[in-house]
């Protein structure tokens, strides 16, 4: 969440950063701004009524110790004690609006982030050249289908249009992939984790996506009870929520972990022809990578994430690009993002395998993360991920960018100790 102080004192310069994305919230933060002038004013007037409460209270028994008469201020305590009730309750009705029109406002993009959409993405830097061949090409779902890699047919038949199925060493290559990214993570410090596919609302709220994306996610409902749970679209989800409403010190900072779950989106089944096969669908594979920090280290493990990813990519031997996203193309919680994207050749596109992004302090303070700084105050944590990697495209990349004539597949070196010393899928 934005900090209010900031909207406050600079509403300008929070328009103009939202401006940046591509949208207009100038009417929603003048409502905003006019809210939190009359909760502040009803503030200091309950606060006022609050002091004249205590003193009464204990002016009373002093009264009645002299004799006086405390009728009459007996009769104002009532009516003050009504009116603290009736103003209190307004304060929460306010209190309420301007958190409710806060969720509205996204995180403000960081000042070097071009303004607009897709189309002002820039290319940081490519790796490796993108692959020729003298041979007629298949695409990732020829080569999957031919080499048993991939059953989409019973994959529909189980899930419906968006699944598929790994099979044989189409399984294997999936597996190991996982266990590769792992292993790297691990021996660069990261600490496993293996959260729950299942959530709580506070989750998703804490992690940006709620209340204004909650209908994107699969929910579960117990059917003994009222309690609803939703499906983890990203370990982020689970991993930015696990310091949540704790207070860390700086020796344990910055936090790094990773963890692997499958990812459960409602989006999928386009049907276009840069959608098919495993290129998008409700159910896929990804290791994902968190970090705490303080605010001064952010910037720092912002790149560290972006090496590691791009680390994994290049030890895969795939052509990829860097691309730096604009502020439009930035998720809604997201002060910064490098996304990661493979070469496709059939489909002539790159396609995003991870996407680094830095949140600053956005979801520290919906979820009341902080850390305490050398000077003995509170300060925020800011919090930051990356795919590390999704499986989903790789897969289509690898298959694609290492086919062979004789419609075989080379398999990356880094594999091949995960998937028996094969060196080759015929």
């Known amino acids: ?34 809210i939190d002038e009359e909760r502040r004013a009803l503030m200091a007037s309950v606060e006022a009524l609050k002091a004249r409460q205590n003193a009464a209270s204990k002016q009373i ?21 009504e009116t603290v009730k009736e103003e209190s309750a307004k304060l929460q009705e306010l209190d309420d609006k301007q958190k ?53 047919e019973r994959g529909a038949k189980l899930g419906g249009n968006g699944s598929w199925i790994y099979r044989g060493l189409g399984a294997r290559m999936e597996w190991a992939l996982l266990n590769f990214f792992i292993d790297e993570h691990i021996k660069d410090g990261y600490e496993m984790i293996l959260p729950p596919h299942m959530l709580g609302y506070e989750c998703g709220y804490t992690a940006g996506q709620f209340p204004k994306f909650e209908e994107e996610v699969y929910w579960i ?53 840069e959608e098919r096969g495993m290129i998008r669908g409700h159910q896929f594979n990804k290791v994902e990578m968190v970090q705490y920090t303080t605010a001064e280290g952010s910037d720092e493990a912002f790149e560290e994430l972006v090496r590691k990813a791009e680390t994994l990519v290049q030890k895969l031997g795939l052509h990829y690009r860097l691309e730096k996203l604009a502020a439009g193309d930035c998720s809604f919680s997201m ?32 979820g009341n993360i902080r850390y305490r700084g050398e000077d003995g ?32 597949v080379t398999v990356p ?13 015929r």
């Open 1 to 34: 969440m934005v900090d209010i102080k900031l909207v406050r004192s600079n509403p300008d310069a929070v328009k103009a950063a939202v401006k940046k994305r591509e949208m207009d919230l100038d009417a929603l933060i003048d409502d905003i701004l006019g």
């Open 61 to 81: 028994p002093q009264m009645k110790k002299a004799g006086e008469d405390t009728t009459a201020l007996m009769a104002e305590m009532k009516t003050l004690s």
């Open 100 to 152: 409710e029109l806060m969720y509205s406002i996204p995180n403000l993009p960081d000042e070097d982030l071009l303004a607009g959409g897709k189309e002002n993405n820039a290319a940081v830097h490519y790796f490796k050249e993108q692959p020729t061949f003298d041979f007629e090409p298949k695409n990732h779902v020829e080569l999957c289908e031919s080499l048993g890699l991939i059953d989409y």
């Open 221 to 273: 409902g117990n059917p003994t009870s009222s309690e609803k749970r939703f499906m983890l679209p990203t370990a982020e989800t689970a991993l930015v929520n696990l310091h949540r409403g704790e207070i860390l010190t700086p020796d344990e900072l910055p936090k790094k972990y990773i963890a692997y779950t499958p990812c459960y989106r409602r989006e999928a089944g386009s049907y276009r022809s």
């Open 335 to 366: 002060a910064r993002t490098y996304d990661i994207e493979v070469w496709i050749p059939s489909m002539g596109i790159y396609k995003e395998v991870s996407s680094a992004s830095n949140a600053r302090d956005y979801q520290a303070r919906r």
């Open 377 to 408: 105050k509170t300060h925020l944590a800011h919090t930051l991920n990356a795919s590390g990697l999704a499986t989903s495209r790789v897969m289509p990349a690898i298959v694609e960018q290492y086919q062979n004539a004789d419609g075989s």
């Open 413 to 425: 070196e880094v594999l091949r100790p995960y998937m028996g010393g094969i060196e080759v899928i």
